[in-house]
């Protein structure tokens, strides 16, 4: 089945620490992207790539790198900088890096620092 | 400014009634896409429908319409005979040139809770 996974569901961080998110797809997409959702609020865009070995920052990539080594993968660390990392983490890939294009989302990643 | 507005917080109603989701938009583009997502408990987005700025015709899809208005900016989303597994929250999004034409905003979200 092709698709995108997230892992892991749950993470825990303790302050001060990195930790890095895993997205995966199988979709063949050229396009990736990293977003991060609060209660009562939309989605708001942290990374994108649209290309491998390309990414560019979103409205809100401070505290956060990511990679695009593979077309198949692109992980999100969320460094010991953001001050506040606790949310709900988005990952989603598009055909092409186009507004045209609707994306498919990974089941998501709750990120907690303790 | 480019802004997606979805004014309804949460919504509830019981099971079979029907139910509109407002949302409205801000853009400067003159070419434009708008979709909705679902988002189930499970937390993923669903892809729902998508509009480009020069279709105004509305689209009915089973129990789910999508009224494109660009008079009123505004691309509202009912459901009609609503059933318990139509509980999520729901997203406008908008995507064009002024945007990045690669990114996409998304609206805060309506909560729909459709009980039994």
């Known amino acids: 089945d092709g698709g995108i996974t997230q892992s892991p569901k749950y993470l825990f961080r303790k302050e001060g620490q990195n930790v890095t998110l895993s997205c995966e797809q199988n979709?063949?997409?050229?396009?990736m992207y990293w977003y991060r959702q609060d209660p009562g609020q939309g989605l708001r865009l942290i990374y994108y790539?649209?290309?491998?070995?390309?990414?560019q920052k979103g409205d809100i990539a401070e505290g956060y790198s990511v990679s695009r080594e593979k077309k198949e993968s692109f992980p999100l660390t969320v460094t010991s900088a953001q001050k506040n990392p606790t949310a709900f983490y988005l990952c989603?890939?598009?055909?092409?890096?186009?507004?045209?294009?609707?994306?498919?989302f990974g089941p998501g990643t709750r990120l907690t620092v303790l | 400014a480019q802004k997606v507005t979805q004014a309804q917080t949460e919504i509830s109603v019981v099971e079979k009634e029907d139910v509109t989701l407002d949302c409205v938009y801000e853009?400067?583009?003159?070419?434009?896409?708008l979709f909705w997502y679902k988002q189930p408990p499970s937390g993923e987005l669903v892809f729902l429908i998508r509009?480009?700025?020069?279709?105004?015709q509305n689209e009915i899809s089973g129990r789910y319409s999508w009224n494109f208005q660009k008079s009123t900016s505004s691309f509202n989303f009912t459901i009609t005979a609503s059933q318990v597994v139509d509980s999520a929250v729901y997203f406008c999004?908008?995507?064009?040139?002024?945007?990045?034409?690669?990114?996409?905003?998304f609206g805060a979200g309506t909560r729909l809770f459709v009980k039994a």
């Open positions: 509009r480009n700025s020069f279709d105004e």
């Open positions: 999004a908008l995507s064009g040139v002024y945007t990045g034409g690669f990114k996409t905003i």
């Open positions: 989603a890939s598009s055909i092409l890096a186009s507004g045209s294009n609707e994306q498919f």
């Open positions: 853009t400067r583009d003159t070419t434009y896409y």
């Open positions: 790539s649209q290309i491998v070995n390309d990414f």
């Open positions: 979709l063949n997409h050229d396009a």
